[in-house]
């Protein structure tokens, strides 16, 4: 190697005019840029990947979680964000606990149904349109990738299939109406292996056509609610159906002359900024690559 170069990684940056996107999943990547291509904005790629994440690293990531929105808008200049966190069921008091016997020194077990909070990552995705997006894609047209992968199938990824692979017992044990979705014949999907998810196909399907209504009543809340009753949670229609993301006022912290944002709380970005004051009193060489803005 040059030893005249200084860049310290086997990577060049990316750089690229009209647009980019990155992700864990060049599969998903691509589903982002072709949101992009199509007239989409960022706001609309994002959700479009996010989506499709779901669908090629489900050992990372799904509807079933919560998500986070920060959008930086380039014609203003401001930054706004999105709380998309669900809260735990309404019933799920301290008492309540109590009464099931646990306690600090003797939680639940780590699968138990209690930890189950309301996914917020669909509402989130949804809203994110609504207040970001381009409006030239509908959410139809945005999940529409997604919906492709889980439907046709794709290769499975290097490292998904190891992660994947760490859950085979807790999926096999889960038995096969609730595991057997994220399984190919008992087994993990091994890198390369084609794996098709139609029920998430079929989920994410609605949620476009339909929206918000499409996740949050009907059949998918009451499959949800179903599992978690029957597994001793204590989730409800309601606590579904009375779900809402809201706009959040994003913190900031300075670092060697460059603003970083992040969601306030309940998100854990205002630990990435502690990080970066505590890291400001140590003699660290940073460079920060140059952004081109066209
Ligand atoms: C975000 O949403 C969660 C759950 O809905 C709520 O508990 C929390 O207070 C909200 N945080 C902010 C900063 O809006």
Redesign the pocket.
Known sequence: MDTDLTFSSRRSPVVCLHGCVASNQPLASNVGLDILKHGGNAADAAVAIAAALAVTEPCSTGPGGDAFCLFYDANTGEIRGI?????SPRAQTLDFLKGRGYTAEAPPSPFDAVYV??P?APACWCDAIQLFGSHKLSLQEVLRGAVELAEVGFPVGEVAAHHWANWVAALRDAGKELGGDLLIDGHTPRCGQVFRNPALAQTLKELGERGKPAFYQGRVAQAIIDVINRNGGVMTLDDLSS?D??V?TPISTEFKGVRLWE?????QGLAALLLLNILDSFPLKVEFGQIFWI
């Open positions: 709380n998309g966190s669900g809260r909070t309301v917020g779900h993301s809201e959040i969601p306030p709380p309940n998100s």
